[in-house]
């Protein structure tokens, strides 16, 4: 039997997903939820500069992309690291200051992990 992992939203990836339009969030919301049962949709792919383990699922609605970024590196949770739309003015290129964000809650979510760990 799958053993579902619990979602945690690291700062305001919550919020800003919830600001996606709901077909987004639908899409979205499945992906997500096969990554808690330790599966991986085929539109999940992974992100580039963090090593293995962590992912990004894309969407496009209206003209408009949205990015979710989350890790599967711990046995028994997902976080969600990042939630945004993408203004790149460079392309397909993610801006810096989204990978620098995503980069700096990666952190906080293994910090957060461990503490969780020893408590």
Do not use: C
Not at 57 to 64: H, P, Q, Y
Not at 80 to 93: E, P, T, Y
């Amino acid at each position: 039997m799958l053993r579902e992992k619990p979602l945690h939203w690291v700062s305001s990836a919550k919020k800003d997903y919830l600001d996606f339009p709901v077909e987004v969030q639908n899409d979205m919301g499945y992906a997500l939820g096969l990554a808690q049962l330790g599966a991986k949709h085929p539109k999940a792919k992974p992100w580039k500069g963090e090593g293995p383990g962590v992912f990004e699922i894309v969407e496009d609605s209206r003209g408009d992309t949205f990015r979710a970024v989350y890790t599967v590196r711990f046995a028994d949770v997902v976080y969600v690291l990042h939630a945004f739309q993408k203004k790149s003015k460079a392309g397909i290129k993610t801006p810096k200051d989204d990978v620098n964000l995503i980069a700096e809650r990666l952190k906080r979510a293994m910090e957060d992990y461990e503490r969780s760990r020893t408590a």
